[in-house]
């Protein structure tokens, strides 16, 4: 059982004979029950400060729960935009490869279509020569035929009567 200052103060002590004097005792217990009213005063006192110190603690580790709360929900958030992001991106990569293949693919049929109008041009260029020279020929057999004919007119207006070898025979 804890002994507090009024437990000595009012302890009285039996009475023998040669005992001790009762002033230097009565004054000693009052010293001593001053001095335990003295040590439980600084112990409430402590006790008052620890509990304070206690509530600061709490309040201390309530503030770095929620700073670790925030921090986590900070880093979160901030993975969730690194993924929206990197989706976003993967989109856009997506959506230009498609563009760049259909352009690439759209770019390919007009080349192709290029190339087969070239082949048709150098196709009619090689059909127009060839008739073209068929037909320079032909004005030139002609122009030959011409001369030939000018050639005996001329003759006959000056009196010959043989006739040059015709082209025909030669």
Same mark, same amino acid.
């Given at each position: 059982?804890?002994?507090?200052?009024?437990?000595?103060?009012?302890?009285?002590?039996?009475?023998?004979?040669?005992?001790?004097?009762?002033?230097?005792?009565?004054?000693?217990?009052?010293?001593?029950?001053?001095?335990?009213?003295?040590?439980?005063?600084?112990?409430? #006192?402590?006790? $008052?400060?620890?509990?304070? %110190? =206690?509530?600061?603690? /709490?309040?201390?580790?309530? @503030?770095? *729960?929620?700073? &670790?709360?925030?921090?986590?929900?900070?880093?979160?958030?901030?993975?969730?935009?690194?993924?929206?992001?990197?989706? #976003?991106?993967? $989109?856009?990569?997506?959506? %230009? =490869?498609?563009?760049? /293949?259909?352009?690439?693919? @759209?770019? *390919?049929?007009? &080349?192709?279509?290029?190339?087969?109008?070239?082949?048709?041009?150098?196709?009619?260029?090689?059909?127009?020569?060839?008739?073209?020279?068929?037909?320079?020929?032909?004005? =030139?057999?002609?122009? /030959?035929?011409?001369?030939?004919?000018?050639?005996?007119?001329?003759?006959?207006?000056?009196?010959?009567?043989?006739?040059?070898?015709?082209?025909?025979?030669?």
């Amino acid at each position: 059982m804890p002994l507090t200052p009024l437990d000595i103060e009012s302890h009285r002590f039996k009475r023998e004979f040669a005992g001790y004097s009762k002033n230097e005792v009565s004054t000693f217990l009052r010293a001593a029950a001053d001095a335990l009213s003295q040590v439980t005063l600084e112990r409430e #006192e402590l006790g $008052r400060m620890l509990q304070a %110190a =206690r509530g600061e603690v /709490d309040d201390y580790r309530n @503030r770095e *729960r929620i700073l &670790i709360d925030a921090l986590a929900a900070s880093e979160k958030v901030g993975e969730e935009r690194r993924a929206a992001a990197q989706r #976003e991106a993967e $989109r856009i990569v997506g959506e %230009a =490869r498609l563009q760049a /293949d259909q352009l690439l693919a @759209r770019t *390919r049929e007009e &080349i192709t279509g290029l190339q087969q109008h070239i082949i048709r041009i150098k196709t009619e260029r090689e059909m127009f020569e060839s008739r073209f020279s068929a037909l320079l020929d032909e004005h =030139r057999r002609l122009l /030959d035929i011409r001369r030939q004919e000018a050639v005996v007119t001329d003759r006959l207006r000056a009196g010959r009567t043989s006739l040059p070898p015709s082209p025909e025979h030669e």
